[in-house]
């Protein structure tokens, strides 16, 4: 069965400083991966996608992530961290044969200054 | 990415009445669309599928005589908690699904049962 593990439930790191939010995924065939950041009482907005090709994937605000095949992992960083930063992220796999997409628990992100 | 609204953003309603939350895809049409329940510092669970012209696929342990889901056009599909009670209490969200299962979530609608 298809699962997402994001085993940090939060980090928190200083504004300006690297970032990598950790994310674990079981599935029987390549998947499809998204990152996903959810602001406080507000719907989640697609950062990154990963369907193929080049393992790795740029996405907005500055955030990329790379797919790890012999890891199961598709983790994401950031170079510099922005106080904007500061909100859930949510890792999450697609049935590419189907339509349901399996969210991890999420990681939330606090940024210092 | 495609564009998704939702209404109202925040509602309170009294224990025992019903509430419609109405989700439109404004710039796709959207065959799919989804609906899920987000608890405090919780991750999604996915309540149903909703697909247009036909009848919602709910998740197991969702009860779909509580929460009606229509989806009577491309654009919009409405979730109706029946009878709310507070433990119905939640924030909910729905999206619209791109075409490699990537989704487009609506800004979700915060219901409190008093």
């Known amino acids: ?113 | 990415g495609a564009v998704v609204s939702q209404h109202p953003s925040w509602v309170i309603c009294k224990s025992g009445t019903s509430v419609k939350i109405e989700c439109r895809s404004l710039d796709f049409q959207a065959t799919t669309m989804f609906w899920y329940r987000q608890f405090p510092k919780q991750s999604l669970m996915l309540m149903a599928t909703s697909n247009e012209g036909s009848k919602a696929t709910y998740e197991q342990g969702v009860e779909k005589d509580k929460f009606l889901i229509n989806h009577a056009s491309l654009t919009l599909s409405t979730l109706t908690v029946t009878s709310a009670h507070p433990e119905d209490s939640s924030f909910y969200i729905c999206s619209e699904r791109g075409n490699r299962s990537e989704q487009y979530f609506g800004p979700g609608t915060r219901l409190t049962v008093t």
């Open chain 1, 1 to 113: 069965a298809q699962s997402v593990t994001q085993p940090d439930i939060h980090i928190t790191v200083s504004e300006g400083a690297s970032l990598e939010l950790r994310c674990n995924y079981s599935y029987g065939a390549t998947p499809y991966l998204f990152w996903y950041v959810q602001s406080p009482g507000q719907g989640l907005q697609l950062l990154l996608k990963y369907f193929s090709g080049d393992t790795l994937v740029q996405g907005i605000k500055g955030f990329e992530a790379e797919f790890k095949r012999s890891q199961s992992s598709f983790n994401l960083r950031k170079p510099s961290v922005h106080w904007s930063d500061a909100a859930e992220y949510f890792c999450a796999v697609g049935d590419t044969g189907g339509f349901k997409t399996i969210f991890g628990a999420g990681t939330r992100l606090f940024v210092k200054a």
